[in-house]
């Protein structure tokens, strides 16, 4: 399945979604006065953006002018403090859900508000 929804989600890619993830700078023992700058990496993600599923609205956490985004599984699972863009416009992440909650990961879909 993780196959079938990452061809079809490449298949109908919409714009340049990534998500980036900064991990802290290692501090040299020797000089830990030093500032080590973080290491950012970015992921390009296979994905579908459109309006937040009717679903999901709250009017509260989520509002009906959120983004919905659908991608496939990618290198790592995401985390609070990853940031996502959508065609480099950063967004803010409200809601992960992991499709399915639990075995093998075969997608991911994200609410966020820009």
Known sequence: ??????RLLTRFNQGTVTLSRTTAGTVDPAEPWIPVPGVTTVYP?????KAVGKQFIDGTTILATDLEISCAAFAIEPAPGDVIAIDGVAVTTIKTMRIPAAGTVVAHK?????
Do not use: E, H, P, S
Not at 45 to 49: E, G, N, Q, R, S
């Open 45 to 49: 993600l296979k994905a579908t953006v």
């Open 1 to 6: 399945m993780q196959t079938t929804a990452t």
């Open 110 to 114: 994200f609410i966020v508000r820009g």
